[in-house]
């Protein structure tokens, strides 16, 4: 939903947005615990205590953010987001709505995906987890950053603004 009348994202979604992004982050970063977990687990050995509390993090940060991701979708649809600008021309206001639903996606299945490679053991989840998805989401943040930087440096829009400090 948008709002042509909004200027920027509630305070909310932008505190959602910045802790999301870092939870994100730091799983796409700090994933040798659960690789390792994942290989001793998936090759029938026994986890070390080590091991099962470092995947555990990884878990609990990943099921944090499908949390989240779900307050962060219903605030959406309440409160509604700001129109896009006028100076991003039509193929690309297209293709970062269309990312920006890949981000949601993902939030979502990224997680369930998660716990189904941890909690039940399913192998092709953990492919998936793992591979496909953790490099579609990789390509989303350096499309979205790009993006960003795009918005303020070439079109200079108000953007950034609207998702930081919220005024235009």
């Given at each position: ?47 070390t205590p080590d ?118």
């Open positions: 939903m948008t709002h042509s009348t909004l200027v920027s994202f509630s305070l909310a979604q932008r505190i959602l947005h910045w802790i999301m992004a870092a939870l994100i982050v730091f799983n796409l970063l700090v994933t040798d615990a659960m690789e390792e977990y994942a290989n001793v687990f998936f090759g029938g050995r026994t986890s091991q099962v509390n470092a995947a555990n993090i990884h878990a609990y940060v990943g099921i944090t953010i499908l949390v989240l991701a779900i307050i962060r979708l219903c605030l959406r649809l309440i409160q509604g987001v700001p129109a896009e600008p006028k100076e991003e021309p039509a193929l690309l206001r297209f293709v970062a709505k269309t990312s920006h639903w890949a981000f949601y996606a993902l939030f979502f299945v990224m997680p369930f995906a998660g716990i189904g490679a941890y909690y039940f053991g399913n192998k092709t989840a953990a492919f998936a987890h793992a591979g496909p998805m953790k490099l579609v989401m990789w390509a989303l943040i350096a499309a979205h950053i790009l993006g960003a930087l795009v918005h303020q440096f070439y079109w200079k829009t108000d953007v950034v603004k609207r998702m930081t400090s919220g005024v235009r």
